[in-house]
C-alpha cells in the first residue's frame, strides 16, 4: 500500500490502527490481527505526484554535484509540455518528495520519471522489479588494429561480440541478467535491461569494443517517451501504469 517510510509517517500520526487500536512505530502483529487505515491516508497518497521528464545532456538525475544542476530543477510551470493529458492539473507548488526512480547519466537524454510515490519507486527500481527499461543507443566500433569504425558499424561489429552483449557479461563482479540488444539501424543498438547498474551500458559496450557517442532512455515498462520535448514534462496520469 506504501513505502516503509510512508508506513512509518502514517503510523506517527495515528492513522494506523490495530485491533481498534491506534498503533505505535515498531508495534509486533500477527497474521491474525486486524490492521485498519484511516481515509486521510489514502487522501494523502492520492494527493502525491509522479511526473516523465524528458531530460537533456548536463543535468544529474538526483542531488546537484560537480556544479551541474538536478533534473528536478526542470520542473517549472514554463517547461510543462503543452500537450499534457492532464492539462487541468495545476503544477506542483512544491518539489519536496520527488525523487528519481532510477537514473540517468548526465551525458544521457530520454525519460526520467520523479515521483513522490514511494510504490512507484518500488516498481521501477525495487530489488525484485522486473520491468523493461528501453533505451536507444549509438556506437562506434574499435577494431583491433585501432581502427574507428563510424558508419556501416553493424557490418564491422563481429556477431559473438554481440551475442555477448545479450548474455555472458558481467559487471562489478557479477553476471548480468540477459538483455535484449540488436541493431535499430546500422550506427544504433536498441537495449532492453531489467536492471539498472551504474553506467551499465556504457560500460558493457566498452567490454566488447564499442564506444557510445549517444545514449537515450524511451521507455520504462509501458511508459514511453513518445512525443514529449526534451527539457519538458508532464504528469503521469492515474490510468497510466507501468
Not at 574499435?142 to 569504425?149: C, D, L, T, V, Y
Request: aromatic fraction near 6%; proline fraction near 5%; charge should be positive.
Amino acid at each position: 500500500m506504501c513505502s516503509r517510510r510512508e508506513a512509518d509517517d502514517w503510523i506517527e500520526r495515528g492513522w494506523v490502527r490495530v485491533n481498534g487500536h491506534v498503533a505505535e512505530v515498531g508495534l509486533r502483529v500477527e497474521s491474525t490481527d486486524r490492521i485498519h487505515i484511516e481515509r486521510a491516508a489514502q487522501d494523502k497518497q492520492a494527493q502525491q505526484a509522479t511526473i516523465v521528464l524528458h531530460k537533456p545532456i548536463g543535468y544529474v538525475s538526483g542531488q546537484a554535484e560537480d556544479g551541474h544542476q538536478p533534473a528536478l530543477t526542470l520542473i517549472t510551470p514554463a517547461s510543462r509540455w503543452r500537450q499534457d493529458p492532464q492539462k487541468d492539473r495545476k503544477p506542483p507548488t512544491s518539489l519536496r518528495g520527488f525523487a528519481p526512480a532510477g537514473r540517468l547519466d548526465i551525458d544521457s537524454t530520454g525519460l526520467l520519471v520523479l515521483t513522490q510515490d514511494g510504490r512507484v519507486a518500488r516498481q521501477i527500481i525495487g530489488a525484485n522489479s522486473s520491468i523493461d527499461k528501453e533505451y536507444l543507443v549509438r556506437v562506434e566500433y574499435e577494431e583491433s588494429h585501432g581502427a574507428i569504425i563510424r558508419t556501416q558499424v553493424d557490418a564491422a561489429f563481429p556477431p559473438d561480440r554481440l551475442a555477448l552483449l545479450r548474455h555472458g557479461l558481467s559487471l562489478d563482479g557479477a553476471a548480468l541478467r540477459p538483455a535484449q540488444v540488436d541493431w535499430q539501424n546500422p550506427e544504433q543498438l536498441r537495449f532492453v535491461l531489467q536492471e539498472g547498474k551504474k553506467r551499465q551500458i556504457r560500460r558493457m559496450c566498452e567490454l566488447v569494443g564499442l564506444r557510445v557517442t549517444a545514449l537515450k532512455r524511451v521507455r520504462i515498462g509501458q511508459i514511453v517517451l513518445g512525443q514529449l520535448p526534451q527539457g519538458q514534462w508532464r504528469y503521469l496520469a492515474p490510468d497510466e501504469h507501468f
